[in-house]
């Protein structure tokens, strides 16, 4: 099985994280072939999506990145 993203499953993610977390949450493909996408939001990058086939079954997991000095003026 294929473990890069392909743009239909990048599509279907962007769907599904624009119903469940925000609506302008963009999921975009990167340049390099590796299983990776970036979650955007604007201009800002939250973090990424993985592709994961185990067992024959396929889930996407999503990493967020924050910085701590994001969280000083909070």
């Known amino acids: 099985m294929n473990k890069n993203m392909t743009a239909v499953e990048a599509a ?3 769907r599904f994280l624009r119903t469940k977390l925000h609506p302008d ?3 975009q493909c990167r340049n390099r ?3 990776c996408a970036e979650i955007h939001i604007g201009d800002e990058c939250l ?3 993985a ?3 185990d067992e024959g079954e396929t889930s996407y997991s999503f990493e967020i990145t924050i910085l701590d000095i994001d969280l000083e003026d909070l």
Do not use: F
Request: aromatic share 0%; hydrophobic share 55%; no cysteine.
């Open 12 to 14: 279907k993610l962007q």
């Open 33 to 35: 072939p590796d299983e």
């Open 25 to 27: 949450m963009a999921v």
């Open 51 to 53: 592709k994961v086939i």
């Open 47 to 49: 973090g990424v999506v």
